[in-house]
């Protein structure tokens, strides 16, 4: 059994690709590609986790787990209980602590582990690099700021006197800025639409994370062309293990 550690659009393509090449197959015997192109492993099937943290997630295809495990104890018996063959970490770039756990499980039980992450941003005139939200909330260049690093990261703001433009997927409980402005709303973003919403709202600051992708690359774009600053959140250290960008790469080290 494959367990992909998901919650992103990478996640589930690899559980799609994973499970129509097991289907293509017998799913059984050694480990490899077979002459039709299909993922030959030990047993089938995959089974993708989520954290949970969104009411109404894009479900992969195969079976899927909601819920944590109960840390790094928990994970490694979850691990050994089911049989889990290789563990794939295609979560968010900025959920460390799960990558963490993960990778400390794994070594536990011996089971192969790799992180699958979209490669970052390429660093722009205009950017400025910060090292966590808590720094970014301390270095703003603006009164009216376009918030887009997640519920979870509002109350590092909240001491803040800017006013907000905070997007999610999911209503924000407090503490969160005493001026604030919640627009609920999931992407994909288009250029033209992210323009016409910072000239609305009269922005004149954008604060993200390096999630990396596509779907965060509009309003990107967008600050870019109206020349608006941009404070961007690095991402967090990864633990020493082997890391792909593809979901192609993530197919080949399945199939060696």
Same mark, same amino acid.
């Given at each position: 059994?494959?367990?992909? @550690?998901?919650?992103?659009?990478?996640?589930?393509?690899?559980?799609?690709?994973?499970?129509?090449?097991?289907?293509?197959?017998?799913?059984?015997?050694?480990?490899?590609?077979?002459?039709?192109?299909?993922?030959? @492993?030990?047993?089938?099937?995959?089974?993708?986790?989520?954290?949970?943290?969104?009411?109404?997630?894009?479900?992969?295809?195969?079976?899927?787990?909601?819920?944590?495990?109960?840390?790094?104890?928990?994970?490694?018996?979850?691990?050994?209980?089911?049989?889990?063959?290789?563990?794939?970490?295609?979560?968010?770039?900025?959920?460390?602590?799960?990558?963490?756990?993960?990778?400390?499980?794994?070594?536990?039980?011996?089971?192969?582990?790799?992180?699958? /992450?979209?490669? #970052?941003?390429?660093?722009?005139?205009?950017?400025?690099?910060?090292?966590?939200?808590?720094?970014?909330?301390?270095?703003?260049?603006?009164?009216?700021?376009?918030?887009?690093? #997640?519920?979870?990261?509002?109350?590092?703001?909240?001491?803040?006197?800017?006013?907000?433009?905070?997007?999610?997927?999911?209503?924000?409980?407090?503490?969160?800025?005493? /001026?604030?402005?919640? @627009?609920?709303?999931?992407?994909?973003?288009?250029?033209?639409?992210?323009?016409? @919403?910072?000239?609305?709202?009269? +922005?004149?600051?954008?604060?993200?994370?390096?999630?990396?992708?596509?779907?965060?690359?509009?309003?990107?774009?967008?600050?870019?062309?109206? #020349? +608006?600053?941009?404070?961007?959140?690095?991402?967090?250290?990864?633990?020493?293990?082997?890391?792909?960008?593809?979901?192609?790469?993530?197919? #080949?080290?399945?199939? /060696?």
């Amino acid at each position: 059994m494959i367990l992909i @550690l998901g919650g992103t659009g990478e996640a589930r393509e690899l559980a799609s690709r994973v499970t129509g090449m097991l289907s293509a197959g017998d799913g059984k015997g050694a480990s490899g590609v077979g002459p039709a192109g299909a993922l030959r @492993l030990p047993r089938g099937p995959v089974v993708s986790s989520l954290a949970g943290r969104v009411s109404n997630p894009a479900l992969p295809v195969g079976d899927v787990r909601i819920g944590g495990f109960g840390g790094v104890d928990g994970l490694a018996e979850w691990l050994r209980d089911n049989d889990i063959h290789a563990v794939i970490d295609a979560t968010h770039p900025f959920a460390r602590q799960i990558t963490s756990n993960a990778f400390e499980a794994c070594q536990r039980v011996g089971v192969p582990f790799l992180i699958l /992450r979209r490669p #970052g941003f390429t660093p722009q005139p205009g950017w400025f690099w910060v090292d966590s939200v808590a720094e970014a909330a301390r270095n703003l260049p603006g009164e009216r700021v376009f918030l887009t690093t #997640g519920r979870q990261d509002l109350a590092e703001f909240a001491d803040c006197p800017q006013w907000f433009l905070a997007r999610m997927v999911e209503p924000p409980e407090p503490p969160m800025p005493h /001026r604030i402005e919640v @627009l609920l709303s999931r992407g994909p973003f288009t250029v033209d639409g992210e323009l016409e @919403l910072m000239r609305s709202h009269r +922005i004149d600051v954008l604060v993200t994370k390096d999630s990396g992708g596509s779907m965060t690359s509009a309003k990107l774009e967008a600050a870019r062309q109206l #020349g +608006i600053p941009v404070v961007i959140v690095r991402r967090p250290p990864l633990p020493p293990a082997q890391v792909v960008h593809t979901v192609e790469g993530a197919l #080949g080290w399945l199939g /060696r």
